[in-house]
C-alpha cells in the first residue's frame, strides 16, 4: 500500500526527499511555513555525496546554469588592503550555487509529484503504531504514516515530536547575516573577504548581483530568529567602527527586506527518529559553516527513501548518514579559526598561510 509521508519544509532537504520518495512509490505531502519559496541567498556548495543524487535527478544542468562566477579569494587587511589572493579549489564537477536558486531548482523537480501546502504548519502530532494524526495551522487535521522534518535548525517537528530546541542545539558564539548586494560587484570572479578580529565581512559575486555576508563572534542574550529588527541591530553593533566598506554594506543591510540571521549551531541528537517521526537536513544534524550543509541535506534525503522503500527503514537512513555528518563536525572550530580569527595575532597567521596555500582547502581534504 502507497504510504503518506507529510514532509515539514520545503528546502534543500524537504524538495529533495519529496522527490525521491514519489519515485520509490511514497505518496509525499509537503508544508511549508513561508507563502512561498523561502531560503538565503548564500552561496552553498554542491559536491561529494550530493553529486550523484543531483546527477539522478537531471538537474545538473540547471544547477549549472545558476552556478556562480567566483573562482579566487581575495583577503583584505584591517586597513582594506589586499593581503593575499588565492586560488579557490579545482570545482571539477562541483557546483557553488546561491541557496534560494537550488531551493527552487529543487522544488520545481518535485512539484509535479507532490503536494504542497504553502503558508502553513503543524501545530501538533499525535502518533501511535499505525500512523501520525497532525493537526495544522489552516488545513483540516489528517492522518499520515510518517512525518519527516525537514524544517532546519529550528524545526518545529523537532520541538513537537523530541522537546525543546534547547536541549539539542548548541551555539558556537558565531553569527551569520546575509543580504543581498543588489548591484554587479566591481571583481565578478573574486570574493572579497575582510577580517577584523572576530568580525568578517565577505563581499560575493555570486551571479549578476552579489551578495553580502557578515561572520562574526558575539555573545548574544537572546535572539527572535524571526525578528529581522533585532537581526539588523546586533550586525551593526558588532561591527560599529569597522572600517574599509563595511559602513555602506552595513546601510545596505538595515535598508534591506532580504536579511537572514542566525547563530552558527550543532545538533545533536542521541536519534533523529521517535516511532513514526524522523528528522533530515538541519532539524537532524546541522553541522556546517562552510557551504557543506545543503549537500550533506540532499544526500541525507536521498539516504532516507532510499532506506524506507528498500524496508531498511529509519534505523538504516540513520546508520548511513551519521557516517557522513560525525566527519563534519570536527571542521566546524577549524572553519571557525580561519574565517574569523579572534585576535590580530590569529589574524596574521591566518593570512601568512593564506600566502601559501588557500585555507579552504584545508577543510576539503
Not at 22 to 48: H, Y
Not at 157 to 166: D, N, Q, S, T, W
Not at 229 to 235: E, G, L, P, S
Amino acid at each position: 500500500m502507497t504510504k503518506n509521508v507529510l514532509i515539514s519544509g520545503a528546502g534543500v532537504a524537504g524538495s529533495t526527499l519529496a522527490y525521491w520518495l514519489a519515485r520509490n512509490g511514497f505518496k509525499p505531502t509537503v508544508v511549508e511555513r513561508s507563502q512561498g519559496l523561502r531560503s538565503s541567498g548564500n552561496p552553498v556548495d554542491i559536491r561529494g555525496p550530493a553529486l550523484p543524487v543531483v546527477g539522478a535527478m537531471g538537474v545538473v544542468p540547471r544547477l549549472r546554469d545558476a552556478a556562480t562566477t567566483s573562482n579566487r579569494i581575495r583577503l583584505l587587511g584591517v586597513d582594506g588592503r589586499l593581503v593575499a589572493t588565492v586560488a579557490m579549489p579545482a570545482k571539477g564537477n562541483e557546483v557553488e550555487i546561491p541557496r534560494n536558486d537550488l531551493a527552487t531548482i529543487l522544488y520545481e523537480a518535485a512539484r509535479d509529484d507532490a503536494e504542497f501546502l504553502f503558508d502553513d504548519t503543524i501545530t501538533a502530532l499525535r502518533q501511535d503504531e499505525h500512523g501520525v494524526d497532525v493537526t495544522f495551522d489552516r488545513a483540516p487535521p489528517r492522518r499520515f504514516d510518517l512525518v519527516i522534518g525537514a524544517d532546519g535548525l529550528h524545526s518545529t517537528v523537532r520541538r513537537l515530536a523530541f522537546g525543546p530546541e534547547r536541549d539539542f542545539v548548541r551555539l558556537t558564539g558565531i553569527y551569520v547575516a546575509t543580504t543581498p548586494f543588489n548591484e554587479p560587484v566591481d571583481h565578478p570572479e573574486d570574493v572579497l573577504i575582510h577580517n577584523t578580529p572576530g568580525r568578517l565581512v565577505a563581499l560575493h559575486p555570486s551571479r549578476g548581483k552579489g551578495g553580502v555576508a557578515f561572520i562574526f563572534r558575539a555573545e548574544v542574550d537572546h535572539f527572535d530568529y524571526r525578528d529581522m529588527a533585532q537581526h539588523k541591530r546586533i550586525v551593526t553593533s558588532a561591527y560599529a567602527g569597522v572600517g574599509w566598506r563595511v559602513p555602506e554594506l552595513l546601510d545596505r543591510l538595515r535598508h534591506s527586506e532580504d536579511v537572514f540571521f542566525d547563530a552558527v549551531s550543532l545538533v545533536d541528537l542521541p536519534s533523529w527518529s521517535k516511532g513514526r517521526v524522523a528528522l533530515v537536513g538541519d532539524a537532524a544534524s546541522c553541522v556546517s559553516l562552510l557551504g557543506d550543509g545543503s549537500s550533506l541535506a540532499i544526500a541525507g534525503a536521498h539516504t532516507l527513501a532510499t532506506a524506507l522503500a528498500a524496508d531498511g527503514g529509519l534505523a538504516r537512513y540513520e546508520a548511513e548518514h551519521r557516517a557522513r555528518v560525525m566527519p563534519k563536525r570536527r571542521t566546524v572550530k577549524l572553519a571557525a579559526a580561519l574565517l574569523v580569527p579572534k585576535t590580530r595575532l590569529g589574524l596574521a597567521t591566518r593570512n601568512l598561510a593564506a600566502r601559501v596555500r588557500s585555507p579552504r582547502s584545508w577543510l576539503l581534504e
